[in-house]
């Protein structure tokens, strides 16, 4: 059974960091690239943060470059996605994403919420 978990999300204030955690189960992690989503209320999913499938290349949402890290760690099945500089609107939900070609799987979401 294929489950992606993420935790780390709560309140912070505004330039404060977060790190999400995203735990991968029940396919082959190390074959996937892995990406971040959100969504905050009344707007569109946007892609946050991609990472391929070994790791050796990401790319970034423009908005957070400077500010985001996503990271991945294969032996332990899990990807992450270090937020620093925290801004009101990061404010959202925050989805991890496993791809490969048209498989997608999707985690529950954990929120992120940023006061000013």
């Known amino acids: 059974q294929v489950q992606l978990v993420e935790s780390g999300g709560g309140l912070v204030q505004s330039g404060g960091s977060l790190r999400l955690s995203c735990a991968a189960s029940?396919?082959?992690?190390?074959?996937?690239?892995m990406s971040w989503y959100r969504q905050a209320p009344g707007k569109e999913r946007e892609l946050v943060a991609f990472i391929t499938s070994a790791g050796d290349s990401t790319n970034y949402l423009d908005s957070v470059k400077g500010r985001f890290t996503i990271s991945r760690d294969n032996a332990k099945n899990t990807v992450y996605l270090r937020m620093n500089s925290l801004k009101p609107e990061d404010t959202a939900v925050y989805y991890c994403?496993?791809?490969?070609?048209?498989?997608?799987?999707w985690g529950q979401g954990t929120q992120v919420t940023v006061s000013s």
């Open positions: 994403v496993a791809v490969f070609y048209s498989n997608n799987f």
């Open positions: 029940g396919f082959t992690f190390s074959r996937y690239a």
